[in-house]
């Protein structure tokens, strides 16, 4: 699995956000994985922010800017994460915030912030793919995920709509038809 896109309305999430002062719903866990370089310095209008968080403590530590001309002399790198800690990294690219990352040992998180895995077909996974990937409508074209899909994958409107009132039946589409929280973590798995 990539990553896992996070609720801002969970409880521990929001607690989380509001300790590195973040107030935004792009919030994703990347598993089995920590980033080995910490570089927390503006280049070309973008820009990393690292925070260390014990959630027991509900305490931050954050890290330092440590360009490697101006400063040398504070840290970047990272073997490994301690127990009991997640990293969170804020990304701001050319800037525009990002959002969170967030790093943990699995055995950290231990039922916290992880969604329960979603059971999806074929077709399913098909319409879900296309409607996180495409608008629906642009510059005049309409219908523009079914099309795109029906090229590459060749479902068929019936397919086509009855995986959409599946994924509606299961939260993963909203009423509207765009994907949710819980239909980007299917797409993920």
Not at 117 to 142: C, H, M, P, W
Not at 172 to 188: C, E
Request: aromatic residues 10%; proline residues 4%; glycine residues 6%.
């Amino acid at each position: 699995m990539k990553e896992i896109w996070l609720d801002n309305k969970d409880e521990t999430v929001d607690n989380l956000c509001r300790l590195v002062g973040y107030n935004g719903k792009k919030i994703r866990y990347i598993p089995n994985r920590i980033p080995t370089e910490l570089n927390s310095y503006w280049d070309g209008g973008s820009r990393d922010y690292y925070y260390f968080v014990n959630l027991s403590e509900n305490k931050i530590v954050e890290v330092s800017q440590n360009h490697p001309v101006y400063n040398p002399q504070n840290p970047s790198r990272l073997e490994s994460l301690p127990n009991g800690v997640i990293l969170v990294q804020r990304i701001y690219f050319c800037g525009k915030d990002l959002g969170l990352k967030i790093y943990a040992n699995p055995a950290d998180l231990s039922g916290k912030l992880l969604p329960e895995s979603q059971d999806v077909t074929e077709n399913e996974k098909i319409v879900l793919k296309f409607t996180y990937e495409y608008k629906n409508t642009y510059a005049g074209r309409k219908n523009i995920r079914f099309t795109e899909a029906n090229e590459s994958t060749g479902i068929t409107q019936e397919s086509w709509l009855e995986a959409q009132e599946l994924l509606k039946s299961k939260k993963l589409l909203n009423k509207a038809g765009s994907i949710t929280l819980k239909g980007k973590n299917a797409l993920n798995q």
